[in-house]
C-alpha cells in the first residue's frame, strides 16, 4: 500500500487553470496516475473527509471553500508515494511552502492552498473510498 496516494486539486487551482500543469508536473515527477475524477464536494462528503477538523475555528470556511467549484480527484502512484507527494506540494501555509512547490505558485492563502494531499497510508484508505466507489476502484483495477 506504500506506494499509492490521493491527490485532490482543490476548486481554487481548477479556476486558474492549472489542473493540466499540476498533472505534468506530477508525471515529470514520475507520479503516475491510476484514476481521476472531478467532482463537487458536498457538504456531507466534506464532513466525513474533514472529520478531524470539525470544532476547529477554520472548519466552516474550509467547508464553504471546498463545496463551491469543482475538484478533481486523482490516485497516483510512485515509490514511497504519500511523503513523496507531501514534499512535492509544500506546506499548508503557501506563505511558507517551499519555493517552487504547487502550494507555493498556486496557493492563494492557508485556506485556499491549490491541492490536498493525503498524510499517511491510513489516510490513503480512508480517504480514497469516500471520493471513488467500489465500481470506479474495479474499473480503474485499484485494489486498495
Ligand atoms: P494539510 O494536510 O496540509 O492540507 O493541512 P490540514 O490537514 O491541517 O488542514 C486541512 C485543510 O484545512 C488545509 O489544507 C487548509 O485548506 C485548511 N487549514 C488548515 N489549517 C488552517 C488554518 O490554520 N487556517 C485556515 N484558514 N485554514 C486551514
Ligand atoms: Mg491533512
Redesign the pocket.
Known amino acids: 500500500m506504500k506506494n499509492i496516494t490521493l491527490l485532490i486539486i ?1 476548486p481554487n487551482a481548477v479556476k486558474k487553470h492549472v489542473i493540466g500543469d499540476i498533472i505534468q508536473k506530477l508525471e515529470n515527477d514520475k507520479f503516475e496516475v491510476l484514476a481521476i475524477k472531478s467532482f463537487v464536494m458536498t457538504e456531507a462528503i466534506a464532513d466525513k473527509f ?1 472529520e ?2 470539525k470544532g ?3 472548519f466552516p ?2 467547508v464553504d ?1 471546498m463545496t463551491n467549484g469543482l475538484s478533481i480527484a486523482i490516485i497516483l502512484k510512485k515509490s514511497n508515494a504519500v511523503l513523496d507527494l507531501r514534499n512535492f506540494i509544500g ?3 503557501p506563505q511558507s511552502a517551499s519555493k517552487g512547490s504547487i502550494r507555493a505558485l498556486y496557493g492563494d ?5 491549490a491541492v ?2 493525503s ?1 499517511s497510508d491510513e489516510n490513503v484508505l480512508r480517504e480514497i473510498p469516500i471520493l471513488f466507489s467500489d465500481e470506479e476502484l474495479g474499473n480503474n483495477k485499484i485494489k486498495l
Open positions: 482543490k474533514y478531524m477538523h476547529k475555528s477554520f470556511k474550509l471553500f506546506s499548508t501555509d492563502d492557508i485556506t485556499r492552498n490536498h494531499a498524510d
